[in-house]
């Protein structure tokens, strides 16, 4: 298998040590002295032939710095075009060059506790991809979150693949609903992670957005010659935007054609400070009438009556806002602008 | 009259800002360029003779530098006995060097927003103080407070004199009694200002506290001669701790002795970062969901989800709380242990 990585996404939840010049996946946001990146990067060295890291422009010299040994391609998109074109880019480059081969899409910027977990479920992934099918790894549900989207597993797939049939997969629910999710014990999160062969995706494409399928053929025709930025320049741009959820996943699901592993794998998206607080507890200091409090600084921090308080301190600003209201963060780094547009 | 100035008290529930080391009283919480005590001090000039600033030997070298040509006598505590052998030393010391003299007490860490104000009640104080009194200030209330004690006022003095009588003193009230005391129009706040004849003073202790004045005569004789130190050496220590409103205010209130001055001067104690948001608001940069911040950082400090969030950063720690439990900081400096017992 080859690992396809998109790196992008600001996450704009974890300002400010979030920034557009330095997104959530070049941080070290557990604090063991690896980024989200270099993390992902060791990770998938274990499951995979080669790696691509899919990455903007302006990011790509930082990619580059961060992997550190481990042997992956930097590819830069000259723009941001959203996930199905920067996953079929890289899956159209690797079946230019090693024909029908199995690939996987795993984020840069999620955690995952438990390792040979995800490698177990990559494998079983892997042989079922061979077969054909578009497969995802679902995380088994530890809470009703509504923070996630959701895979329904259907009848197992037939044996010796160990897997599930999806039925469809489910946007992000209401607080009820993902109670009755978490209660049935059918549904699973969706981590983003999906494995398919690189000729069952171009023709998914081929099929259901000719257009795309075009710009991305041309594209990794030209990769690996002297014509490759010439290319870009011309393609890219008009590419359509896409999430491979919507463009791939969910048609092909339609049809039957989609599997899930499940798998207990500890993974976070780590997509704001509650869940980064869930992960590497970081309480004050001094905390009085204030549990649960998570407090990242160069100094002590003292709470007093806010539970849940949630405080982070950089060099240039310091974030004060509450477990519960963490998703909020988005709305202040939208907010900034005047002599504040420069902390984004 | 001559002005004494208690400085003491460390107003614990300003730390950060406020230590041990750095009290209240030598801070410039307003953030307009003078510390509280010059702030004291300079209003005083305007209605004083002289000023005998009382203070902790461990702070008279900074209040000393803080004079910065203001005329004031230092006179430096051995050790804490609390206001009455404060100000009771003071007034003797004075009552040796000029005889029966008016004296007036004034802390060193209130805010005044108009000085003129306080010079027209200080003068009428005086006045009514010469006839025998024991006289306060009273601050009409302009909130149902339940952080200060009241002044029962009573009759009017008899004419040429503008004041009334003190029915009595009473401790903080609850809310509900504070809100009758708002609406009934006869209760003033005790802001601890008390003017009063050195010989009706050193009667009252002579009478009633026959240990304390004995002790604070003999030191107050031997002041400016070579046994100073020795006298203080000798008595200090053994002086009772009693404060200024039982020792003297309360049981000649309860004989008809006490007068009280009326006033509106923008008074405040900034006893907490209420107190001091209500005095200089300083809003949050950036507040989401969070009206009434007050934010003090020497970087952007931006706000969640936390309505009325205090934040307050110094050098070696930040503190979050909220306006509204801003009264609890007090717990949390007195759970300063460990590595942190130094940021007391």
Redo the contacts between chains.
């Keep these: 298998m080859y690992a396809i990585v998109p790196a992008g996404g600001v996450g704009s939840r974890l300002w400010?040590l979030s920034r557009r010049t330095s997104p959530k996946f070049l941080l070290d946001l557990e604090g063991h002295g690896r980024t989200m990146l270099q993390t992902t990067l060791d990770r998938l060295a274990g499951v995979s032939d080669g790696i691509v890291v899919v990455t903007g422009e302006s990011h790509a010299a930082a990619v580059t710095a961060q992997l550190d040994g481990v042997r992956a391609e930097v590819v830069a998109e000259p723009s941001p075009r959203d996930s199905m074109a920067a996953i079929g880019l890289a899956a159209a480059i690797l079946h230019e060059r090693h024909g029908d081969v199995v690939v996987g899409s795993f984020a840069a910027d999620h955690a995952i506790a438990h390792p040979a977990a995800f490698h177990a479920a990559a494998r079983t992934a892997e042989r079922i991809a061979a077969e054909g099918y578009v497969v995802t790894i679902g995380i088994a549900p530890t809470a009703p979150s509504s923070a996630y989207g959701y895979i329904e597993a259907g009848a197992p797939l037939a044996a010796p693949l160990e897997g599930r049939a999806v039925e469809r997969f489910e946007e992000k629910p209401e607080p009820s609903t993902a109670a009755a999710y978490l209660a049935s014990g059918r549904y699973l999160w969706n981590a983003g992670m999906f494995v398919v062969r690189t000729s069952v995706l171009l023709d998914v494409l081929a099929e259901l957005h000719p257009e795309l399928h075009a710009g991305l053929l041309a594209i990794a025709q030209a990769w690996d010659t002297d014509a490759r930025e010439e290319s870009l320049a011309q393609h890219w741009g008009t590419l359509p935007r896409m999430v491979i959820d919507r463009a791939v996943a969910e048609p092909v699901a339609a049809r039957g054609g989609v599997a899930v592993v499940p798998a207990e794998m500890g993974w976070s998206d780590i997509g704001d400070f509650e869940a980064l607080a869930e992960l590497e507890p970081r309480p004050?200091?001094?905390a009085?009438?204030a549990p649960g409090t998570y407090?990242r600084?160069t100094?002590?921090?003292?709470?007093?009556?806010?539970p849940g308080?949630v405080?982070v301190?950089t060099?240039?600003?310091?974030?004060?806002?509450?477990r519960?209201?963490a998703q909020?963060?988005r709305?202040?780094v939208d907010?900034?602008d005047g002599d504040?547009e420069g902390?984004r």
């Design positions: 400010p004050a200091r001094l009085v009438d407090a600084a100094r002590p921090v003292v709470v007093v009556g806010v308080a405080v301190e060099e240039d600003a310091i974030l004060v806002t509450t519960e209201r909020d963060v709305l202040a907010a900034l504040l902390l």
